[in-house]
């Protein structure tokens, strides 16, 4: 089964930046949507963002002006700036096609001084 795989994640002081990438580690065919989503301990996942294949972009409110998806070279990244401690979670890719969701297996970020 193909997989996808995040990585970017670590530890960072608020008000600093993480970039975080998502690549597959075959061919998906048809892929309409990509996506980051977060999980907090004792929180509900969130959707954090999104990019079209036409690559229109959405955002949760709360990280609107701060995070920015992107495309490039067939993975899926995630830049994010002024980080709060809030930020924290894990963050996982996900991409949709018409059959199936697929989903990373998570990366941790942490935003703490």
């Known amino acids: 089964q193909v997989q996808l795989v995040e990585s970017g994640g670590g530890l960072v002081q608020p008000g600093g930046s993480l970039r975080l990438s998502c690549a597959a580690s075959?061919?998906?065919?048809?892929?309409?949507?990509r996506g980051w989503y977060r999980q907090a301990p004792g929180k509900q996942r969130e959707l954090v963002a999104t990019?079209?294949?036409?690559?229109t972009t959405n955002y949760t409110e709360s990280v609107k002006g701060r995070f920015t998806i992107s495309r490039e070279n067939g993975a899926v990244y995630l830049q994010m700036n002024s980080l709060k401690p809030e930020d924290t979670a894990v963050y996982y890719c996900?991409?949709?096609?018409?059959?199936?969701?697929?989903w990373g297996q998570g990366t941790q970020v942490t935003v703490s001084s």
């Open positions: 990019i079209t294949i036409g690559g």
């Open positions: 075959g061919i998906i065919f048809g892929i309409y949507v």
């Open positions: 996900n991409w949709e096609n018409r059959v199936r969701s697929y």
